[in-house]
T-cell receptor, first 112, second 115 residues
Framework: DTGVSQDPRHKITKRGQNVTFRCDPI?????LYWYRQTLGQGPEFLTY????????KSRLLSDRFSAERPKGSFSTLEIQRTEQGDSAMYLC??????????FGEGSWLTVV | TQLLEQSPQFLSIQEGENLTVYCNSS?????LQWYRQEPGEGPVLLVT?????EVKKLKRLTFQFGDARKDSSLHITAAQPGDTGLYLC???????????????FGQGTILTVHP
């Protein structure tokens, strides 16, 4: 069990640029989740996948955000035309059953 | 919209003191989880409570789930500096339990334990 892995851990980008984050879940975990956390707040749900199917998206996920999990293994979260308000930590999590969900260490995004 | 209110937001105590963190909601959750998060890291699951009235103990930590499954508390006995961190409660899914893992988090409690 190598845990949930996220890459990159830190990203600084200029406003208007596109960024992509990658998440590798724990092996054989069929559910994968994306959350966003800003300073002083708890994480907020963005979207989740069961295998390769994206089952739900939060209203927080604007049209500039897109997430994929093409083969039901790793996932990517892309943010197009970044804005300063996108600065946050993006957390990935995975699970194989109810009541147990494992988070990665997060990817910090700073938009300047 | 499901909301979780966590209190207090900040807690600064001396080593050896006891403390309680509260997590309250007007909604029913299929389960409630408590996490601890270190700066710059992801949340780490401490415990999941599922049954109304359930009490779970993890060494010096005691977790309770309210009878109506809307609220929970975390009690730490004889706090130590190593307990310092951000404590988060999170409600999982809805009463139907089909969307598990879609967590609604409280704002968190920042605990500082001074030696």
């Amino acid at each position: 069990d190598t845990g949930v892995s996220q890459d990159p851990r830190h990203k600084i980008t200029k406003r208007g640029q596109n960024v992509t984050f990658r998440c590798d879940p724990i092996s054989e975990h069929n559910r994968l989740y994306w959350y966003r956390q800003t300073l002083g707040q708890g994480p907020e749900f963005l979207t989740y996948f069961q295998n390769e199917a994206q089952l739900e998206k939060s209203r927080l996920l604007s049209d500039r955000f897109s997430a994929e999990r093409p083969k039901g293994s790793f996932s990517t979260l892309e943010i197009q035309r970044t804005e300063q308000g996108d600065s946050a930590m993006y957390l990935c999590a995975s699970s194989s059953r109810r009541f147990t969900i494992y988070f990665g260490e997060g990817s910090w995004l700073t938009v300047v | 919209t499901q909301l979780l209110e966590q209190s207090p937001q900040f807690l600064s105590i001396q080593e050896g003191e006891n403390l309680t963190v509260y997590c309250n909601s007007s909604s029913v959750f299929s389960s409630l989880q408590w996490y601890r998060q270190e700066p710059g890291e992801g949340p780490v699951l401490l415990v999941t409570v599922v049954t109304g009235g359930e009490v779970k103990k993890l060494k010096r930590l005691t977790f309770q789930f309210g009878d109506a499954r809307k609220d929970s508390s975390l009690h730490i006995t004889a706090a130590q500096p190593g307990d310092t961190g951000l404590y988060l409660c999170a409600g999982d899914g809805d009463a139907g339990g089909t969307s598990y893992g879609k967590l609604t988090f409280g704002q968190g409690t920042i605990l500082t334990v001074h030696p």
